[in-house]
Protein backbone atom coordinates (compact mmCIF):
# COMPACT_ATOMS: atom_id res chain seq x y z
CA UNK A 1 0.00 0.00 0.00
CA UNK A 2 1.00 3.62 -1.05
CA UNK A 3 0.71 6.04 1.95
CA UNK A 4 0.84 10.48 1.15
CA UNK A 5 2.22 12.68 3.02
CA UNK A 6 1.87 16.23 2.30
CA UNK A 7 2.65 19.31 4.01
CA UNK A 8 2.88 23.00 3.63
CA UNK A 9 4.94 25.48 6.08
CA UNK A 10 1.96 27.69 6.74
CA UNK A 11 -1.97 27.92 6.82
CA UNK A 12 -2.32 29.88 3.78
CA UNK A 13 0.06 27.76 1.51
CA UNK A 14 -1.98 25.19 -0.75
CA UNK A 15 -1.49 21.13 -0.28
CA UNK A 16 -3.83 20.38 -3.31
CA UNK A 17 -0.48 20.39 -5.84
CA UNK A 18 0.72 17.72 -3.84
CA UNK A 19 -2.04 15.90 -3.02
CA UNK A 20 -2.84 15.53 -6.49
CA UNK A 21 0.77 14.21 -7.50
CA UNK A 22 0.21 10.93 -4.11
CA UNK A 23 -3.29 10.45 -5.52
CA UNK A 24 -1.78 10.22 -9.65
CA UNK A 25 0.79 7.53 -8.24
CA UNK A 26 -1.84 5.58 -6.30
CA UNK A 27 -2.09 6.39 -2.70
CA UNK A 28 -4.88 4.97 -1.26
CA UNK A 29 -4.48 7.34 2.34
CA UNK A 30 -2.56 10.68 2.24
CA UNK A 31 -1.79 12.46 5.63
CA UNK A 32 -1.74 16.55 5.64
CA UNK A 33 0.59 18.27 8.20
CA UNK A 34 0.47 22.20 8.25
CA UNK A 35 3.07 22.84 10.07
CA UNK A 36 7.12 23.90 9.66
CA UNK A 37 9.59 21.09 8.21
CA UNK A 38 11.81 22.48 11.25
CA UNK A 39 9.45 21.25 14.02
CA UNK A 40 10.02 17.76 15.12
CA UNK A 41 6.78 16.86 16.39
CA UNK A 42 4.59 17.11 13.70
CA UNK A 43 1.47 14.88 14.54
CA UNK A 44 -0.05 13.80 11.09
CA UNK A 45 3.53 12.64 10.35
CA UNK A 46 3.63 10.30 13.34
CA UNK A 47 -0.35 9.22 12.20
CA UNK A 48 0.88 8.31 8.67
CA UNK A 49 4.16 6.61 10.18
CA UNK A 50 1.82 4.64 12.54
CA UNK A 51 -0.37 3.73 9.96
CA UNK A 52 1.90 1.90 7.62
CA UNK A 53 2.58 -1.77 8.15
CA UNK A 54 4.87 -3.73 6.66
CA UNK A 55 5.71 -4.09 3.13
CA UNK A 56 3.94 -0.29 2.68
CA UNK A 57 5.86 2.56 1.29
CA UNK A 58 5.33 6.22 2.40
CA UNK A 59 5.23 8.50 -0.29
CA UNK A 60 6.29 12.57 -0.41
CA UNK A 61 5.70 15.05 -3.62
CA UNK A 62 9.36 15.90 -2.49
CA UNK A 63 12.17 14.80 0.13
CA UNK A 64 11.80 18.43 1.90
CA UNK A 65 8.47 18.05 2.92
CA UNK A 66 9.60 14.96 4.88
CA UNK A 67 12.43 16.87 7.05
CA UNK A 68 14.47 19.60 6.90
CA UNK A 69 18.10 18.52 7.29
CA UNK A 70 19.80 15.66 5.93
CA UNK A 71 20.31 13.96 9.07
CA UNK A 72 16.50 14.27 9.91
CA UNK A 73 15.40 13.01 6.77
CA UNK A 74 18.16 9.81 7.21
CA UNK A 75 16.59 8.94 10.87
CA UNK A 76 13.36 9.03 9.37
CA UNK A 77 13.97 6.73 6.13
CA UNK A 78 16.34 4.56 8.53
CA UNK A 79 13.65 3.96 11.20
CA UNK A 80 11.10 3.12 8.08
CA UNK A 81 13.31 0.73 6.78
CA UNK A 82 13.90 -1.27 10.57
CA UNK A 83 9.94 -1.86 10.19
CA UNK A 84 10.52 -2.77 6.27
CA UNK A 85 8.70 0.18 5.01
CA UNK A 86 9.63 1.66 1.79
CA UNK A 87 10.04 5.36 1.00
CA UNK A 88 9.64 7.08 -1.90
CA UNK A 89 9.59 10.58 -3.12
CA UNK A 90 8.11 11.83 -6.20
CA UNK A 91 10.50 14.88 -7.34
CA UNK A 92 13.67 13.08 -6.60
CA UNK A 93 12.57 10.01 -8.12
CA UNK A 94 14.30 8.03 -4.99
CA UNK A 95 12.36 4.85 -4.15
CA UNK A 96 13.90 2.74 -1.23
CA UNK A 97 11.91 -0.54 -2.24
CA UNK A 98 14.13 -0.64 -5.43
CA UNK A 99 17.72 -1.71 -5.33
CA UNK A 100 18.82 1.63 -7.57
CA UNK A 101 16.73 3.92 -4.53
CA UNK A 102 18.49 2.47 -1.94
CA UNK A 103 22.05 2.85 -3.09
CA UNK A 104 21.03 6.58 -3.78
CA UNK A 105 20.00 6.88 -0.28
CA UNK A 106 23.02 5.20 1.16
CA UNK A 107 24.88 7.00 -0.80
CA UNK A 108 22.98 10.92 0.98
CA UNK A 109 23.86 8.73 3.75
CA UNK A 110 27.03 8.87 3.29
CA UNK A 111 27.65 12.69 2.45
CA UNK A 112 25.52 13.50 5.68
CA UNK A 113 28.33 11.48 7.72
CA UNK A 114 31.51 12.91 5.97
CA UNK A 115 29.69 16.41 6.06
CA UNK A 116 28.97 16.43 9.79
CA UNK A 117 32.92 14.76 9.88
CA UNK A 118 34.16 17.61 8.02
CA UNK A 119 32.33 20.12 10.22
CA UNK A 120 33.91 18.62 13.18
CA UNK A 121 37.47 18.64 11.47
CA UNK A 122 37.13 22.50 10.53
CA UNK A 123 36.08 23.03 14.62
CA UNK A 124 38.75 21.20 15.99
CA UNK A 125 41.33 22.84 13.54
CA UNK A 126 39.32 26.44 14.20
CA UNK A 127 40.26 25.61 18.22
CA UNK A 128 43.72 24.78 18.06
CA UNK A 129 44.43 27.78 15.56
CA UNK A 130 42.89 29.89 18.10
CA UNK A 131 44.82 28.20 20.94
CA UNK A 132 48.06 28.63 19.01
CA UNK A 133 47.24 32.96 19.43
CA UNK A 134 46.63 32.17 22.94
CA UNK A 135 42.85 32.90 22.83
CA UNK A 136 40.73 30.32 24.88
CA UNK A 137 36.99 29.66 24.11
CA UNK A 138 34.47 29.60 26.64
CA UNK A 139 33.42 32.66 28.32
CA UNK A 140 34.96 35.08 30.20
CA UNK A 141 35.36 34.01 34.14
CA UNK A 142 32.75 36.05 36.06
CA UNK A 143 35.36 37.29 38.60
CA UNK A 144 39.18 38.78 37.74
CA UNK A 145 41.77 38.30 40.11
CA UNK A 146 41.30 41.92 41.39
CA UNK A 147 37.69 40.71 42.22
CA UNK A 148 38.89 37.73 43.82
CA UNK A 149 41.30 39.55 46.08
CA UNK A 150 38.93 42.35 47.15
CA UNK A 151 36.22 39.43 47.71
CA UNK A 152 38.96 37.87 50.03
CA UNK A 153 39.78 41.36 51.79
CA UNK A 154 36.10 41.69 52.55
CA UNK A 155 35.90 37.76 54.12
CA UNK A 156 38.50 38.78 56.49
CA UNK A 157 35.61 41.03 58.39
CA UNK A 158 32.95 38.89 59.78
CA UNK A 159 30.87 41.66 59.93
CA UNK A 160 30.31 41.64 56.47
CA UNK A 161 27.89 38.39 54.71
CA UNK A 162 29.06 36.24 51.74
CA UNK A 163 25.66 37.91 50.45
CA UNK A 164 26.58 41.36 50.82
CA UNK A 165 30.40 41.13 49.32
CA UNK A 166 28.93 39.09 46.57
CA UNK A 167 26.68 41.83 45.89
CA UNK A 168 29.37 44.48 46.09
CA UNK A 169 31.43 42.53 43.38
CA UNK A 170 29.04 41.92 41.40
CA UNK A 171 28.20 38.15 41.72
CA UNK A 172 26.00 35.78 42.82
CA UNK A 173 27.33 33.81 46.34
CA UNK A 174 27.31 30.63 43.91
CA UNK A 175 29.70 32.54 41.54
CA UNK A 176 31.64 33.50 44.42
CA UNK A 177 31.79 30.25 46.34
CA UNK A 178 33.14 28.75 42.49
CA UNK A 179 36.04 31.32 42.58
CA UNK A 180 36.85 30.84 46.21
CA UNK A 181 35.56 27.54 47.18
CA UNK A 182 35.98 27.11 50.77
CA UNK A 183 34.52 31.07 51.66
CA UNK A 184 35.83 32.38 54.62
CA UNK A 185 37.58 29.32 55.95
CA UNK A 186 39.82 30.16 53.14
CA UNK A 187 41.21 33.14 54.48
CA UNK A 188 43.35 33.10 57.28
CA UNK A 189 43.59 36.36 59.13
CA UNK A 190 47.18 36.79 61.46
CA UNK A 191 46.75 37.69 64.75
CA UNK A 192 47.19 41.37 65.70
CA UNK A 193 51.25 41.55 67.14
Not at 87 to 112: Q, V, Y
Request: with cysteine; glycine share 8%.
Amino acid sequence: MLVGYARVSTQDQNPEMQIDALKEVGCEKIFLEKASGAQRDRPALLQAISYLREGDALVVWKMDRLARSLKQLIETIEELDKNSIGFRSLTEAIDTTTPGGKLIFHIFGALAEFERSIIRERTKAGLVAARARGKIGGRPPAMKDNDIIAAKALLADPDITVKEIASRIGVSVATLYKHIPAGRSAITMKAPE
